[in-house]
């Protein structure tokens, strides 16, 4: 891509011709602040979640201790349980909360429910990448852990157990007692690998495990390979087993009589049918079950369906019927259904939609349609042939009738995480510093105060965000965000670090700009202390999800957003930086093979070569598969997900080629740190090795960064510290930064 402007006359230009840019203030801190420092984000806590005893006598809740504190260093998964602690807090008597076990420890403790009568607290805990779950009894304070490893499927959310008495629950054991890769949502644990490792080094005994497709798929059922699930006595901790099986999911009945749980097994898959990264267990089909919890008596509810999302399943209030959400097995994910299963008459049928088309939510978890029973009927989200607004209508026999939008489905307060009916409500609000108050609020009571967090946030100088409003190659509206340091303003541009993530929405990841409070290692604020601007471009996905050309245009879009940063006067065009991660990763290298305006690169976690990441095995695949089938991630990603290229490659190879960085390295000229953890479960780290080796045979400028034993994000302190040394070095040799640090 050849610019014909000089980046100084830019904004000039942009002037010229009237390009309107909405530039809204939307953050401002007191002068006088200090810098936000790697230390400020080791340092970030956080509050996950909480559940009030029913009886509304106390309050439990998580807290994510600092990275830096001892009790913090354990691996945080996607979820933040490996490193939670619990804390409980008395409504009755007040005072001040208390941790249920030892806070300073390094094990991490999940809250996984209360029982009815508020008797018995159930807890995961994490220690040594091992999972087990107990019960405490809060009258006395003892606790039990029970035998075998608790199963978990990533599913955005644990599944937690139910509770089917005071004193009895029902969750999944995985098989064999295996470490569920998932539950960290990271990679296998290092003790699970070491132990296979140094079997075969013994020569012992053999270390295989065996994958089989088509005809060979029964490989996959022996007895080591399947799951139970369980139900537990937590006063005893006497087990016994309701099913075997691979259990994703499962759902009590209003009378505590049943469950219905889904179960998963290796796919059939029909080539000519897409697969889609918003479904999971890609490489299983999930069939729904009916368990009687007492004679552990069991029917399928659905032999018709292909697949039966895990999340999308309920009891109507009765008990009655239970409703899903499912495919046919000649249907893709993009054409799945609600279904209805009839307990009285044993009927289960697809929900007649009329001519009604379901809203089926393709940009988030999961997909499918949005429902809910109103009494014994379900109520479904979706447009009619007369509008095209989407609304709540009923599913009749006969005819969809518009109806109010559920309770269910009405917006809540945004800060409530924890409510006991009327009665009392745990609220999180946050301050624009980042400050955050936990608070307990009650009708006609003053709030009180449980826990303030991130207090250091407030002595910080965050800079400034600013809207922009401008427009894409093709003139659509695009909003893009920049993140101004403190020093920055119109007489003293600074350099910038365009920090890309093509998304199905307009904004990138955020909706309101990027937080201060993101403990992740990719948190912008670190670059905006340092001295730099750092712009967060709108980068709709072109295209249909299966039809889209995911590298085309990618630099032309970029450089939109970058000319409406220019233009605030706040920015030196001349000194600019492009970086992201996982899809921002793919569109950094993208970039560069398309234009060589910026000056450095850091591409962390990314896919470079779609032929060879459709097929690769993802590190937490590598002990569940043999289980469940491979998961299919890269090949859904590629398909109907994020990437949307659609097609295999080996019906469409031009499509791949074409959309493969790696195959345009010879026109990159701009240095590139790539950075990847060797356990990666989402992007496996081959991808970083194929780009690298392509540039260092071409003796391009780049340097590799490999993290050992981290995953998708860098979760290890000193690693984090290693990262952000490294970058600001790169930049700072390459575009400068105006604030020394």
């Known amino acids: 891509m050849k610019f014909l402007l000089a980046p100084s006359r830019v904004c000039a230009v942009l002037r010229m011709f009237g390009l309107w840019l909405g530039l809204a203030p939307m953050l401002a801190q007191a002068e006088g602040g200090r810098a936000f420092t790697i230390d400020d984000l080791l340092n970030l806590e956080a509050i996950r979640g909480a559940q009030f005893d029913p009886l509304g006598r106390y309050v439990v809740y998580e807290y994510l201790p600092p990275r830096s504190d001892p009790s913090g260093r354990g691996r945080l998964n996607s979820h933040g349980e490996e490193q939670s602690k619990l804390f409980l807090y008395d409504v009755e008597k007040g005072g001040q909360p208390r941790p249920l076990f030892d806070a300073s420890g390094s094990d991490g403790y999940s809250l996984r429910g209360i029982s009815p009568d508020g008797g018995f607290i159930l807890y995961a805990r994490f220690s040594s990448d091992q999972l087990t779950y107990g019960a405490l009894e809060v009258a006395s304070g003892q606790r039990r852990e029970f035998r075998g490893t608790p199963d978990c499927h990533f599913t955005h959310a644990p599944q937690r157990p139910v509770w089917v008495s005071s004193r009895e629950v029902v969750y999944a054991l995985s098989p064999d007692g295996r470490q569920p890769a998932s539950c960290s949502g990271r990679a296998p644990s290092p003790s699970e690998l070491q132990r296979s490792w140094q079997t075969s080094y013994t020569g012992l005994d053999a270390t295989v495990s065996v994958l089989g497709s088509g005809s060979y798929k029964s490989v996959h059922d022996q007895p080591r390979n399947k799951g139970q699930l369980v139900l537990v006595n937590v006063l005893t901790g006497h087990t016994r087993t309701l099913a075997e099986g691979n259990f994703v999911s499962w759902f009590l009945s209003p009378d505590r009589n049943a469950v219905a749980a889904?179960?998963?097994?290796?796919?059939?898959?029909?080539?000519?049918?897409?697969?889609?990264?918003?479904?999971?267990?890609?490489?299983?089909?999930?069939?729904?079950?009916?368990?009687?919890?007492?004679?552990?008596?069991?029917?399928?509810?659905?032999?018709?369906?292909?697949?039966?999302?895990?999340?999308?399943?309920?009891?109507?209030?009765?008990?009655?019927?239970?409703?899903?959400?499912?495919?046919?097995?000649?249907?893709?994910?993009?054409?799945?259904?609600?279904?209805?299963?009839?307990?009285?008459?044993?009927?289960?049928?697809?929900?007649?939609?009329?001519?009604?088309?379901?809203?089926?939510?393709?940009?988030?978890?999961?997909?499918?349609?949005?429902?809910?029973?109103?009494?014994?009927?379900?109520?479904?989200?979706?447009?009619?042939?007369?509008?095209?607004?989407?609304?709540?209508?009923?599913?009749?026999?006969?005819?969809?009738?518009?109806?109010?939008?559920?309770?269910?489905?009405?917006?809540?307060?945004?800060?409530?995480?924890?409510?006991?009916?009327?009665?009392?409500?745990?609220?999180?609000?946050?301050?624009?510093?980042?400050?955050?108050?936990?608070?307990?609020?009650?009708?006609?009571?003053?709030?009180?105060?449980?826990?303030?967090?991130?207090?250091?946030?407030?002595?910080?100088?965050?800079?400034?965000?600013?809207?922009?409003?401008?427009?894409?190659?093709?003139?659509?509206?695009?909003?893009?965000?920049?993140?101004?340091?403190?020093?920055?303003?119109?007489?003293?541009?600074?350099?910038?670090?365009?920090?890309?993530?093509?998304?199905?929405?307009?904004?990138?990841?955020?909706?309101?700009?990027?937080?201060?409070?993101?403990?992740?290692?990719?948190?912008?604020?670190?670059?905006?202390?340092?001295?730099?601007?750092?712009?967060?471009?709108?980068?709709?996905?072109?295209?249909?999800?299966?039809?889209?050309?995911?590298?085309?245009?990618?630099?032309?879009?970029?450089?939109?957003?970058?000319?409406?940063?220019?233009?605030?006067?706040?920015?030196?065009?001349?000194n600019i930086a492009a970086q992201g991660q996982s899809n921002g990763g793919f569109a950094t290298i993208t970039i560069l093979t398309q234009t060589n305006r910026f000056k450095a690169a850091v591409a962390q976690a990314g896919i470079y070569d779609l032929f060879s990441a459709y097929g690769k095995f993802n590190a937490a695949e590598t002990v569940s598969a043999e289980a469940e089938g491979p998961a299919m991630n890269s090949a859904a990603w590629l398909e109907l997900g994020q990437a949307g290229v659609g097609g295999l490659p080996w019906e469409t190879p031009d499509r791949y080629l074409r959309n493969s960085p790696l195959l345009g390295v010879a026109r990159i000229e701009t240095p590139v740190m790539i950075v990847h953890g060797d356990r990666d479960p989402v992007t496996n780290i081959a991808q970083s090795e194929e780009l690298f080796t392509a540039l260092y045979r071409l003796n391009k400028p780049a340097v590799f960064v490999r993290y050992w034993g981290e995953g998708h994000l860098l979760f290890n302190p000193e690693n984090i510290r290693d990262k952000w040394r490294r970058v600001f070095k790169w930049y700072d040799s390459r575009i400068g930064a105006s604030l020394a640090h």
């Not at 009329?354 to 447009?383: C, F, R, V």
């Not at 365009?498 to 929405?505: A, F, G, H, L, T």
């Not at 712009?535 to 295209?543: A, I, Q």
Request: hydrophobic share 40%.
């Open 262 to 574: 889904v179960r998963i097994q290796p796919a059939s898959l029909d080539g000519a049918i897409p697969i889609d990264e918003h479904t999971f267990a890609r490489g299983s089909n999930k069939q729904l079950m009916l368990y009687d919890v007492r004679s552990a008596q069991a029917r399928s509810i659905c032999d018709a369906c292909g697949d039966v999302a895990p999340t999308g399943v309920a009891w109507s209030a009765s008990g009655r019927r239970i409703g899903f959400v499912a495919r046919s097995a000649n249907a893709s994910w993009r054409e799945a259904g609600i279904w209805s299963f009839d307990g009285k008459s044993g009927v289960t049928r697809q929900v007649a939609t009329h001519d009604l088309k379901l809203s089926m939510h393709t940009t988030g978890y999961p997909l499918g349609p949005k429902w809910t029973w109103m009494g014994e009927q379900i109520a479904s989200l979706g447009t009619s042939t007369q509008s095209r607004e989407e609304r709540w209508y009923l599913l009749g026999d006969r005819a969809a009738k518009q109806v109010p939008s559920p309770p269910a489905a009405a917006p809540g307060s945004a800060n409530v995480i924890a409510a006991l009916d009327i009665r009392a409500q745990l609220t999180f609000s946050q301050e624009t510093s980042g400050v955050g108050t936990l608070a307990l609020t009650r009708p006609s009571q003053e709030p009180v105060t449980l826990v303030k967090v991130n207090q250091h946030l407030a002595e910080i100088d965050q800079g400034r965000l600013m809207r922009l409003e401008h427009r894409g190659p093709n003139g659509a509206a695009l909003v893009s965000w920049l993140l101004l340091p403190a020093s920055a303003n119109q007489h003293r541009p600074v350099p910038m670090v365009c920090d890309v993530y093509p998304s199905r929405n307009n904004q990138t990841n955020f909706t309101a700009g990027p937080s201060i409070t993101d403990r992740n290692d990719l948190n912008g604020y670190m670059l905006a202390s340092h001295g730099y601007a750092v712009l967060y471009p709108g980068m709709p996905l072109s295209g249909s999800e299966g039809q889209r050309e995911p590298a085309e245009g990618l630099a032309a879009l970029l450089m939109t957003a970058v000319d409406a940063a220019v233009a605030t006067g706040y920015v030196d065009g001349d």
